[in-house]
């Protein structure tokens, strides 16, 4: 039997699904690592001063009154309806209630028919499972994320270590995504405990290629912090807050990597920029051939159209596709486009060399000859290679070391002059 509170929520709950009244924010989720937005979660609320505005009530009173499915699809639908209409950039995180995906009687199809409708692909859709929820049936919630993963879309584990079946769902699902729950953000700048948990998630997530993403950033201490461990991507009101109609690109204050949030006596990238050849989109793909064969030292070839840079050419792609068979006839007419990586790692010239060497390491494999696009406010300046960050780093080290014996002032260690006297 309902208490009267409950059953008037139930009746208020009931009333919002048959109106259809729910709307859907959207927050960004930022690539710092390629400066762009990696795509947008969507957070469900009802009516503005509605009892049953925010999310923590209304999934409440659906779960205690058997509304949870019924919500459940109309949250999903909406969150996609919004997606759509806006068409904003990257993908869309939707969060889904465990809770729902071990019900046998859920309704399952819905959400792979609506994309299908709006022509949305399914790898555009990421299924967020959040860990705050408890799990009874482990098994029956894996085989449904399994499911989920063969339609098409991707795999998010959200709130990682709010719960405590996490890691063993993460070891057998293996998601695309793992978002950190914020209790390990929260002044994770002054704690070297949780310093050390993100990093030991860093090191899991590169196992099993997953994606880890810092939730609830608030400072820009945190954000500082969390780039020098090697997080790439990003999520929290210091970075946006959830909106109804979101920025359509990333704005160039979320960056750390910006002067005026930059230490400067920090050493920077832009202090190693090398100038090169540059090819514009529409060069030959055999002129660029010819220039790696003029000059052997030369390692890639950024692709720049009006300051903005495209793409990087690198010698040993282009090299690989001339000398199989027919590479020359099939491709000396293209343009540089068809050889190059369109996504090359860009980095800002403002950032210092510690954080930028905290993101190249994050990485499964570090190619030492490996070159890095480096821009001005997005505009191209130059390129430098993973060789030379961290030789420069380390001989800051070097210096930061022997200053440290020697005394800032350069004169002998207090030890040494003590044994002299």
């Known amino acids: 039997m309902l208490n009267q509170t409950l059953q008037q929520s139930a009746q208020q709950l009931h009333q919002l699904l048959q109106q259809r009244q729910l709307r859907a924010l959207l927050q960004p989720i930022v690539d710092l690592h390629q400066q762009q937005l990696l795509g947008h979660e969507a957070l469900i609320r009802g009516p503005q001063g509605h009892p049953l505005e925010y999310p923590d009530r209304l999934f409440s009173v659906a779960q205690q009154t058997t509304q949870l499915s019924d919500l459940e699809l109309l949250c999903r639908e909406t969150a996609i309806r919004r997606f759509h209409q806006l068409r904003p950039q990257g993908k869309l995180f939707i969060n889904v209630n465990p809770n729902v995906l071990r019900d046998r009687h859920h309704p399952y199809g819905n959400t792979l028919a609506l994309i299908r409708q709006l022509g949305i692909a399914p790898e555009s859709i990421v299924i967020e499972l959040s860990e705050r929820y408890p799990i009874d049936d482990p098994n029956l919630l894996k085989q449904a994320l399994l499911h989920y993963r063969e339609l098409g879309f991707n795999i998010a584990i959200d709130d990682l270590g709010a719960g405590y079946a996490g890691l063993k769902m993460w070891s057998e699902v293996k998601p695309d995504y793992v978002k950190i729950d914020r209790y390990f953000i929260t002044d994770i700048d002054s704690d070297p405990i949780k310093q050390e948990f993100i990093h030991s998630i860093l090191l899991l997530a590169q196992n099993i290629s997953a994606k880890v993403i810092a939730e609830g950033i608030e400072t820009v201490a945190e954000l500082r912090q969390l780039q020098q461990l090697g997080i790439r991507y990003y999520q929290g009101y210091l970075l946006g807050k959830p909106q109804v109609q979101p920025a359509a690109i990333i704005q160039q204050e979320w960056l750390l990597a910006t002067p005026q949030h930059c230490d400067q006596s920090q050493a920077t990238i832009a202090e190693l920029v090398k100038d090169t050849f540059v090819a514009h989109p529409t060069t030959p793909a055999l002129s660029v051939l010819e220039w790696f064969l003029a000059d052997k030292s030369l390692r890639c070839i950024p692709v720049v159209d009006e300051q903005i840079p495209r793409g990087l050419v690198r010698r040993e792609a282009v090299m690989e596709i001339f000398a199989a068979s027919f590479g020359r006839a099939l491709h000396a007419h293209k343009s540089v486009v068809h050889l190059m990586d369109k996504q090359p790692l860009t980095i800002d010239g403002h950032m210092a060399l510690e954080i930028a060497s905290g993101l190249i390491t994050a990485e499964t494999e570090v190619d030492v000859f490996r070159n890095i696009i480096v821009t001005a406010q997005g505009k191209y300046l130059g390129v430098v290679s993973v060789r ?28 040494q002059r003590i044994s002299h006297q």
């Open 388 to 415: 030379d960050i961290l030789k420069a780093i380390t001989q800051r080290r070097l210096q930061q070391t022997r200053k440290a014996i020697m005394g800032a002032d350069g004169s002998a260690p207090s030890y």
